[in-house]
């Protein structure tokens, strides 16, 4: 089995590239959903649709703090956006086995650079 919490930063990575590469598409399961405070409840195509090319948006990516609790990964980073605004988000992984079956992600936190 792998260690969850190195496969949400390799994740992350990959969304901040917005390289939607085999690791992702293996790593998310089919009934993975995804939830947001504007987004609640979608389903794997409606992530890659709506969320993934947001995912330009993260750059100089630091991480705060990285838990793995039973089957969940709670991550909060913090991240450059291109406007050279500085924000905080909190994310919610959970495993079913080596899959994501859902994302959580509480996000819009002003951070002073």
Avoid at 9 to 28: G, I, Q
Avoid at 57 to 76: F, G, S
Wanted: proline letters at 5%; glycine letters at 4%; charged letters at 30%.
């Amino acid at each position: 089995m792998n260690n969850h919490a190195e496969l949400v930063k390799e994740f992350l990575t990959a969304f901040s590239k917005v390289d939607r590469n085999n690791f992702v598409e293996n790593l998310l399961a089919p009934n993975f959903t995804f939830s947001a405070p504007p987004d609640p409840l979608l389903n794997r195509d409606e992530f890659f649709e709506k969320c993934w090319p947001q995912g330009g948006n993260l750059k100089e990516i630091e991480y705060i703090r990285l838990l793995e609790v039973a089957d969940e990964v709670i991550l909060t980073h913090t991240f450059l956006k291109p406007d050279g605004s500085k924000e905080r988000n909190t994310d919610i992984f959970t495993f079913e086995g080596d899959k994501v079956i859902r994302l959580e992600v509480y996000f819009g936190w002003k951070v002073s650079a």
